[in-house]
């Protein structure tokens, strides 16, 4: 019979022996989870925090393999090529529609300051070039307020000028 003493004793704390399997343990050798004496406030809280969490990994996995794993279309965006078009249709001579290019750039690209300034005034130029002094106007105010210290900010007073003497002479 063991002493209590004993390092091979499963009774001593200081024992590297479990105890063996048990009514107690379930014959798992881990403890019962207890059932008895729990409210049931308690268990649907449990149980619907475990249902919570399992739902949440699951979509976690979910939005894991569709970021890694499925490739969708990439977005397209017309940038660079509406600056482009606006530039060939400048040179082309066709104004308007060269500022319409430049106007949807503007409204669907996100631009810094300086060159939604540059953008701004470059469709300034071509509503002076069309004689449209009040557009001009505004989008020369577009290039100011944007970009306040740029050289082209600079010229557009004189721009202005030339504009509005073309107007007085035209009839």
Same mark, same amino acid.
């Given at each position: 019979?063991?002493?209590?003493?004993? %390092?091979?004793?499963?009774?001593?704390?200081?024992? /590297?022996? @479990?105890?063996?399997?048990?009514? !107690?343990?379930? +014959?798992? $050798?881990?403890?019962?989870?207890?059932?008895?004496?729990?409210?049931?406030?308690?268990?649907?809280?449990?149980?619907?925090?475990?249902?919570?969490?399992?739902?949440?990994?699951?979509?976690?996995?979910?939005?894991?393999?569709?970021?890694?794993?499925? %490739?969708?279309?990439?977005?397209?965006?017309?940038? /660079?090529? @509406?600056?482009?078009?606006?530039? !060939?249709?400048? +040179?082309? $001579?066709?104004?308007?529609?060269?500022?319409?290019?430049?106007?949807?750039?503007?409204?669907?690209?996100?631009?810094?300051?300086?060159?939604?300034?540059?953008?701004?005034?470059?469709?300034?130029?071509?509503?002076?070039?069309?004689?449209?002094?009040?557009?001009?106007?505004?989008?020369?105010?577009?290039?100011?307020?944007?970009?306040?210290?740029?050289?082209?900010?600079?010229?557009?007073?004189?721009?202005?000028?030339?504009?509005?003497?073309?107007?007085?002479?035209?009839?």
């Amino acid at each position: 019979m063991p002493m209590p003493n004993d %390092k091979n004793n499963p009774e001593n704390p200081g024992s /590297p022996k @479990l105890k063996p399997a048990t009514s !107690e343990t379930g +014959g798992t $050798g881990f403890p019962k989870i207890p059932s008895a004496g729990v409210s049931p406030k308690l268990k649907v809280f449990v149980i619907g925090l475990t249902f919570l969490t399992i739902m949440a990994f699951g979509i976690f996995v979910a939005m894991f393999v569709k970021k890694a794993f499925v %490739k969708g279309p990439k977005d397209i965006t017309w940038g /660079p090529q @509406l600056l482009t078009i606006a530039k !060939e249709l400048e +040179g082309q $001579g066709l104004h308007p529609q060269a500022i319409e290019h430049y106007q949807k750039y503007l409204d669907t690209q996100k631009t810094d300051m300086e060159t939604r300034s540059k953008i701004s005034f470059d469709i300034a130029s071509l509503y002076v070039k069309l004689g449209q002094c009040d557009d001009a106007v505004a989008w020369f105010l577009h290039a100011k307020t944007a970009q306040p210290t740029a050289t082209w900010v600079q010229d557009s007073e004189s721009h202005l000028q030339q504009c509005r003497s073309r107007a007085k002479t035209s009839p």
